[in-house]
Each structure stands twice: as C-alpha cells, then as structure tokens.
C-alpha cells in the first residue's frame, strides 16, 4: 500500500522539486520586451529562452557567468522564469545597513550612502542629458557654465581692468576710484572661478 502510494505520488513529488533551481547565465538575448536568458541549470541542462523578470524602473544586461535562481512553471522544465540574477565576482561589497548601490563590472557605481549622501564614481564621464541643471538648495550658488563661458569671462574682466589703468590719467587723475574698481574687478574675477567650473560641457 505504502509501495503504492509512493509511486502515485512520485511524479508530483518531482515536479515540486523541479521547480525551483539555481542557474548560471551562459548567454543574454535584450532585444525583446522580456529579457530571454539562456541558462546551465544543475551541473549540465541547458534551458534557453528563459524569461527574466525584473524590478520595474531597473533593468541590467548580466555577463556570462552570473548566477540566476529560475522557477519553472508546475515543476516544467520547459517554460523556466528568472527572478534574480546576482554576480559575486562583482557585486559591491561593504554596505552599511539601508544603504543602495548601482554598480558594473567595470567599477563604476551610484552609492546612496547614510547620512544622506550620494556617491557618483564614472571611470571616464558622467553626461546629464538635460536642458536645464537645477540646484535646488538656496544656499547652492555655484554656477556651472562651460569652458566656454569661463574663458570669456575672463577675457571681459582683464579688458575691462586693462581700460581701467588705460583711463586713469584721464577720468581718474586723482587715483580717487581706480583702486577700487580694480580691487573690485579683481575679486569678482576670484568669487567667479570659486563659482564656475571650466570642467563642464554644455552641448
């Protein structure tokens, strides 16, 4: 009786057991509206076009070699759904408690870190593609402007404390007020190049 029990259940037994499995990503198709991976389930079955679930707003290409955990539908073996994709040879490492990160293979990452400060690490560029770059604190009144913009505002302030001297004899022969406007010209020109930054491209 028990003999027999056992075999009715059997093949339930093995589709409860054959639904959830690890996996390593062996190949990644993007191109559709769901990420298709091919997967080595186990030490040697090979699943392709499985599905890939992932969190709205985020979405990643993982390299060969990833670790996936995969459900397959009543215990099937031919229709499997990726629900995670981790890779520990390059996952950031070192988190405190709450804390988030964006990260590549290649080093890069966004780290929103506790004390409510956010890291930008980019090997080669960081690009805002915007029209219009916001600082939303009052008390942020640096200007960002372009090489451009910096160049000729220093070009503008070193004619116009050239046509300063230049007019003193004339307008100024007392030396009552050239002092100070070139003292002025002068820490305006210091407060801009605290203020702007010639490392930021526009356009």
Request: glycine letters at 10%.
């Amino acid at each position: 009786m028990i003999d027999a029990v056992t075999r009715l259940l059997a093949p339930l037994r093995n589709r409860i057991a054959n639904m959830v499995a690890r996996a390593v990503v062996q190949l990644v198709a993007d191109g559709g509206k769901l990420q298709a991976l091919q997967l080595v389930v186990g030490a040697d079955e090979t699943r392709g076009e499985c599905e890939r679930f992932q969190e709205y707003g985020f979405t990643s290409v993982p390299l060969s070699g990833a670790e996936a955990v995969v459900l397959f539908v009543g215990g099937r073996r031919d229709h499997g759904l990726v629900v995670a994709v981790d890779d520990r040879r390059h996952r950031k490492t070192g988190l405190q408690p709450g804390e988030v990160a964006l990260y590549t293979d290649e080093g890069d990452f966004v780290l929103l870190s506790r004390g409510r400060v956010v890291t930008i690490k980019a090997g080669t560029k960081v690009v805002l593609d915007a029209p219009v770059l916001e600082l939303a604190q009052p008390a942020a009144d640096a200007a960002l402007k372009g090489t451009p913009y910096v160049s000729a505002l220093g070009t503008f302030l070193g004619a116009l404390s050239a046509y300063a001297v230049a007019i003193k004899p004339i307008a100024d022969p007392s030396n009552a007020a050239t002092p100070t406007l070139t003292g002025a010209i002068t820490a305006f020109g210091t407060a801009a190049a605290a203020a702007l930054s010639a490392k930021v491209k526009v356009g």
